[in-house]
């Protein structure tokens, strides 16, 4: 399993300089592969819930579509960019005190992910004003975790993976999150025109 992960790290790495690791101390330059793939994938699925929880497209469909009502979609946005940047001053200071800061992560994606698991709950089982609430509050607290993790994640990246395989990181992250947000959009229309062609 372990070459498999240095293999598939130096395929979407392409580092070749064996160097590259001097900035991080012995300990952590053992694993830079291990952390390197476990923040891709991470990265991927948080961004990934980005795209899904978009205020401007996927949001608003979804309150429409539940039958909520208009007043609930105008506070998307300002919710959703203020709440994961505007706690930052008030938290920041105390996240920077942690000797530990990785659980602060850990927390952060956890809460994502339950917040995602919850919106699809809310989509199922509610409709109108009850759906706008519950919405709503959900999208408050994923707001709030990004918050944390916008953060944990600069002293995570500066602690565990090499200064020249940063940008490298953000950049397969950010390319293979919109690939799997394109594939998921293409499944909900392919998955449309089938109950289309059934009904017809």
């Known amino acids: 399993m372990k070459n498999y992960k240095d293999n598939l790290f130096k395929l979407l790495s392409n580092e070749q300089d064996a160097r590259a690791c001097k900035p991080l101390d012995d300990s952590a330059c053992k694993v830079v592969s291990h952390n390197f793939m476990l923040t891709l994938f991470s990265q991927l699925f948080s961004q990934f819930a980005d795209a899904l929880l978009n205020p401007k497209v996927t949001l608003p469909w979804l309150l429409q579509s539940l039958q909520v009502p208009a007043v609930f979609i105008s506070w ?4 959703r960019e203020s709440g994961s940047l505007l706690p930052q001053f008030a938290i920041a200071s105390f996240i920077r005190k942690l000797p530990l800061r990785k ?3 850990v927390f952060g ?6 917040c995602m698991l919850a919106l699809i709950a809310i989509s199922f089982t509610l409709s109108g004003y009850e759906a706008g609430i519950a919405i709503i509050g959900t999208l408050i607290i ?3 975790t990004r918050g944390f993790n916008s953060i944990a994640a600069k002293d995570l990246l500066g602690k565990t993976i090499p200064k020249t395989q940063r940008g490298n990181l953000s950049g397969l992250t950010a ?3 919109g690939l799997a947000t394109v594939l998921f959009g293409l499944f909900f229309i392919f998955s449309d025109s089938r109950q289309d062609q059934t009904i017809l």
Request: glycine share 0%.
């Open 109 to 114: 994606s956890l809460t994502q992910a339950l």
């Open 175 to 177: 390319s293979l999150s």
């Open 76 to 79: 998307l946005v300002p919710i």
């Open 142 to 144: 994923f707001s709030l």
């Open 103 to 105: 659980w602060v992560w």
